[in-house]
């Protein structure tokens, strides 16, 4: 966003239309009954399966959730936001609430098929919702209404866990009974509320099938693509659409920017208990580290996001990763003191506010035709990353200790410099000079940015 007028929080909020509400609610219901990832090797290990076993299931999971953002991003090419969430959600609903039933012994097999669909139909709404939000939301707001989507995937990851432990209490069971449950229920609701199509998503299609190109929505602006490269032409076919995205070098280092960024990122929840652990801490101060951190992102990420609009879209990012990348080394010094854990969680959360809506906001900026399989490729590659995060985590941490935080801020702070080039404008003409003034309230477009 570069308009002259900063954007508003309230504004923002006020100017949401009623069916990304809905898209909102219905993101947040489901991430509230999101128990699979977080507790199926607990629980597997709970009914008497060995670790080997809950960890091969947790590996399906992944593998399914990565391969689900492309079948999701094809669904929605061909088919619809509002039907692929729908069916994605159905899907999903029968097969979480049967992991219970293949628990026992004998049923590892069929455990890691239902398992592998499991993750692989869950993760397929995502680039859905994505598409939907990027339609229905003002230009003007887009990366605001992803930051939304932010807030409430992370309001539901902060409360699920305490709603887990309350249903453990009870049974374990109901956790993927509760699942299924929230999965139908998204489903329902998108078949009631969420519309079949966005205005402007149909008039892009309809001129796609006259043969004429598609009107840029933020994306195409006579500039090119939201990477300041040539705009993809409408493609026909899945293999046309990713072969045009080989060729566009810009996205393939934002890519790599997505990539490593992940890979970073997930050591708060894999290697930073391991430290903490390692320097006697009690497990008590993990939970107030991601509470502390929970607290902060919720209440502060549309603030800020509202604060930077100013600012070029690709001075955010490198920003952003920049923050993070210090506070992701001063993890390093946690031995000496538990302020240093705490300092460096809150600049860790404060890099991913400032740098994380834009850069999931970017593949939204490329024309309806590509955009779906753009961004449901940039999902893939960071579930890729969070699968491999573990490994790449615990075998570096054991090698390097506290040394191994300095080396998470350097690849973290070459992942920010990988998203600079991958999302910075060429610089444009000053379209005041060129079109006359704007009217009054109408945003300024420039070449995609949002």
């Known amino acids: 966003m570069t308009d002259d007028a900063q954007v508003r929080v309230f504004d923002a909020l006020k100017a949401t239309p009623t069916p990304v509400r809905y898209l909102l609610g219905g993101v947040l219901v489901n991430q509230l009954g999101a128990f699979v990832q977080t507790f199926l090797v607990l629980y597997l290990t709970f009914r008497g399966a060995s670790v080997s076993a809950a960890g091969l299931a947790l590996v399906a999971y992944s593998i399914g959730s990565i391969f689900g953002t492309m079948l999701g991003a094809e669904i929605t090419h061909r088919f619809g936001p509002r039907t692929t969430i729908m069916t994605a959600m159905a899907a999903s609903a029968p097969l979480v609430g049967s992991i219970s039933w293949l628990s026992g012994p004998g049923m590892l097999w069929p455990l890691l098929v239902v398992v592998g669909l499991a993750g692989l139909f869950t993760q397929a709404y995502r680039p859905a919702a994505a598409v939907l939000l990027s339609d229905l939301m003002p230009e003007r707001y887009q990366v605001m209404a992803f930051s939304m989507m932010r807030i409430a995937l992370n309001i539901g990851a902060a409360l699920a866990p305490l709603i887990a432990a309350v249903v453990i209490l009870v049974d374990w069971d109901l956790l993927f009974w509760i699942d299924g449950g929230t999965a139908l229920v998204y489903a329902l609701l998108a078949f009631a509320l969420l519309p079949k199509q966005a205005p402007h998503a ?56 997505i990539l490593l960024g992940s890979l970073t990122y997930a050591q708060g929840h894999i290697a930073l208990p391991l430290q903490l652990a390692a320097d006697h801490y009690p497990t008590s101060f993990y939970s107030t580290v991601l509470t502390v951190s929970s607290v902060v992102l919720i209440t502060c990420e549309l603030k800020i996001t509202a604060y930077l ?30 302020a240093f854990t705490i300092a460096g969680a809150v600049l860790v959360v404060f890099g991913i506010m400032i740098a994380a809506p834009s850069m999931f906001a970017h593949p939204a900026t490329f024309p309806a035709a590509v955009k779906a399989r753009y961004i449901g490729t940039m999902q893939a590659v960071g579930g890729a990353a969070s699968a491999l995060a573990p490994l790449f985590g615990v075998f570096l ?44 309230g109408e945003p300024e477009v420039v070449g995609g940015t949002s």
């Open 309 to 338: 609009s100013r600012l070029p879209k690709h001075v955010r990012v490198i920003t952003g990763h920049l923050v993070e990348a210090v506070g992701l080394a001063v993890y390093g010094l946690s031995s000496r003191s538990g």
């Open 202 to 257: 149909r008039e892009e299609a309809e001129a796609a099938r006259e043969g004429a190109e598609p009107q840029a929505s933020g994306a195409e602006t006579g500039t090119g693509t939201g990477t300041g490269a040539a705009a993809p032409a409408p493609a026909a076919d899945s293999g046309s659409a990713y072969a045009a995205m080989l060729r566009d070098r810009k996205y393939l280092l934002y890519l790599g920017a």
């Open 397 to 440: 941490w054991t090698r390097l200790g506290g040394g191994f935080w300095l080396l998470c801020g350097i690849v973290t702070a070459a992942a920010g410099f990988l998203a600079l080039a991958g999302v910075r404008q060429p610089s444009e003409p000053d379209p005041a000079k060129d079109a006359g003034p704007r009217t009054e």
